[in-house]
Structures are given as C-alpha cells and as structure tokens.
C-alpha cells in the first residue's frame, strides 16, 4: 500500500535550516490538500502547515514567518524549508493529506535541533 516518504531531516543548530522533502505516491495528487505533522517525544501529532490545491497555506502559529510549505504537482512532492529553527522543533516529521488517511503515514524524518 502506498505511503508517503519522508527525507531531508537531520542534526541542526539553533538558528539553523533544513529542508523537507515528501514523495507522496498518490494519483490524486493535485486535487489533494497536503500537509506536514510532525511529534515530538511524549505529544501527540500536529498539523505544523498545509498547502491546498491551489497554493494557499496555513501555518501553526510557532512555525510562521520561520517554516514555508510547497507544493510540485509534476513531481508529486510536498517540501517544508524550516528557518530559525529552535530546540522546541525537534520532533519526527510527516507528511500528509490534509485531513490524514489513517492508512498512508510513512516513517517520518526526524529532525534534532540542538548545539
């Protein structure tokens, strides 16, 4: 069955970047609304942003002006750039739909900000 993959994460500094990258194998891809979650240790898994259709996102308030969503409808793939990431980012991120399909998470890619 089809799953997201999840790529880019990594060990970063405070301050630091890092870009996200989602293959996401899904044949209604344009059509869908995708997003990125992510779960840090001990919390339940969040929406962090999202990216509709048409190009128009929405952001959780801790990541805006700092994490921007896109979208490549040819290439099926979703990407998160993360700026000024802080310690409180460390978490595995996933992508997607938007609202999720129980069935198509993938294995995420952690992301550890730390010095």
């Known amino acids: 069955q089809a799953q997201a993959v999840e790529s880019g994460g990594g060990l970063v500094q405070p301050g630091g970047s890092l870009r996200l990258s989602c293959a996401a194998s899904?044949?209604?891809?344009?059509?869908?609304?995708m997003g990125w979650y992510r779960q840090a240790p001990g919390n339940q898994r969040e929406l962090v942003a999202r990216?509709?259709?048409?190009?128009?996102?929405v952001y959780v308030d801790s990541v805006k002006g700092r994490f921007t969503i896109s979208r490549d409808n040819a290439k099926k793939t979703v990407y998160l750039q993360m700026n000024s990431l802080k310690p409180e980012d460390t978490a595995i991120y996933y992508c997607?739909?938007?609202?999720?399909?129980?069935?198509?998470w993938g294995q995420g890619t952690q992301v550890t900000v730390s010095s």
């Open positions: 899904i044949n209604s891809f344009s059509i869908n609304s």
């Open positions: 997607n739909v938007w609202p999720s399909w129980a069935y198509y």
């Open positions: 990216i509709d259709s048409g190009g128009s996102t």
